[in-house]
């Protein structure tokens, strides 16, 4: 079992893996808005991530960092 929050780990996962992995510990859904934030996901799999999520705050993140 990781004792880690998960904030941690999505922060230490690599990048060739972040974009596909499932954080089980996230309840209130912050690992689509700490993933729309990170620099390291790209513009087209930030596409894919808001045509895959419900989180509000997410999906302004990818609309300013798509626009921008």
Do not use: C
């Not at 230490?12 to 972040?18: D, F, K, S, Y």
């Not at 974009?19 to 510990?25: I, R, S, T, V």
């Not at 390291?40 to 993140?61: D, M, Q």
């Amino acid at each position: 079992m990781n004792t880690k929050p998960w904030s941690k780990l999505q922060i230490e996962t690599p990048q060739e893996i972040l974009y596909e992995k499932h954080f089980e510990n996230d309840k209130w859904g912050l690992i689509n808005i700490l993933k729309a934030v990170d620099r390291r996901i790209g513009k087209r799999r930030l596409e894919k991530l808001k045509s895959k999520t419900h989180n509000i705050a997410a999906n302004k993140i990818i609309d300013a960092r798509l626009k921008g």
